[in-house]
């Protein structure tokens, strides 16, 4: 059985998650953590019908600038296409937990890995907190860092990428 300050550690690293539900289960004791952000689906529709009803109004009144705001998300299209192209060259290492990301064993020491460093596959690269636990996480794959998608301190979930390595 859970101690009541893991318990109360698991509430604080879902509430500040992105998880809306959250289940535990562990030698017949379950626990089950549901977020109520407030959101009705009643209020959603009324939200959605008012945005679409100002939206044509705005189209109507701004038609010239129209082409130029249709013309923009197609530029950001093209940039954005251009990095998953590498993407898919890239090995992602992901959080195995939801926890508190850590790019050094103590702040006094330098981080594990920086953009450039050559790892493989048992280099530990991040710690991830959870419930005062400090888990290593290791690069699994033999290559180089590319780039670094969480800053130090930053809460991060389960499957949330955290480095991009090129595999060698």
Same mark, same amino acid.
């Given at each position: 059985?859970?101690?009541?300050?893991?318990?109360?550690?698991?509430?604080?690293? #879902?509430?500040? !998650?992105?998880?809306?539900?959250?289940?535990?289960?562990?030698?017949? /004791?379950?626990?089950? &953590?549901?977020?109520?952000?407030?959101?009705?689906?009643?209020?959603?529709?009324?939200?959605? =019908?008012?945005?679409?009803?100002?939206?044509?109004?705005? =189209?109507?009144?701004?038609?010239?600038?129209?082409?130029?705001? *249709?013309?923009?998300? !197609?530029?950001?299209?093209?940039?954005?296409?251009?990095?998953?192209?590498?993407? /898919?060259? &890239?090995?992602?290492?992901?959080?195995?937990?939801?926890?508190?990301?850590?790019?050094? !064993?103590?702040? $006094?020491?330098?981080?594990?890995?920086?953009?450039?460093?050559?790892?493989?596959?048992?280099?530990? #690269?991040?710690?991830? $907190?959870?419930?005062?636990?400090?888990? *290593?996480?290791?690069? $699994?794959?033999?290559?180089?860092?590319? *780039?670094? &998608?969480?800053?130090?301190?930053?809460? #991060?979930?389960?499957? =949330?990428?955290?480095?991009?390595?090129?595999?060698?």
């Amino acid at each position: 059985m859970l101690k009541i300050q893991e318990i109360r550690e698991i509430i604080k690293l #879902v509430d500040h !998650s992105s998880v809306d539900e959250f289940t535990y289960e562990h030698d017949g /004791s379950k626990i089950k &953590l549901k977020k109520n952000n407030g959101v009705s689906v009643s209020g959603q529709p009324q939200v959605v =019908q008012a945005v679409e009803e100002v939206k044509p109004a705005a =189209q109507a009144v701004q038609q010239a600038p129209a082409p130029v705001q *249709e013309a923009a998300p !197609s530029v950001n299209t093209e940039e954005k296409a251009a990095p998953k192209a590498e993407d /898919s060259n &890239l090995h992602k290492i992901t959080s195995p937990m939801v926890g508190t990301f850590y790019q050094s !064993s103590s702040p $006094e020491s330098g981080p594990y890995v920086k953009v450039g460093d050559k790892v493989d596959e048992s280099s530990v #690269v991040c710690i991830v $907190e959870a419930m005062k636990l400090f888990n *290593e996480i290791e690069a $699994e794959v033999k290559g180089e860092i590319t *780039e670094i &998608l969480v800053k130090d301190g930053q809460l #991060v979930e389960y499957g =949330q990428p955290l480095f991009l390595v090129k595999p060698e």
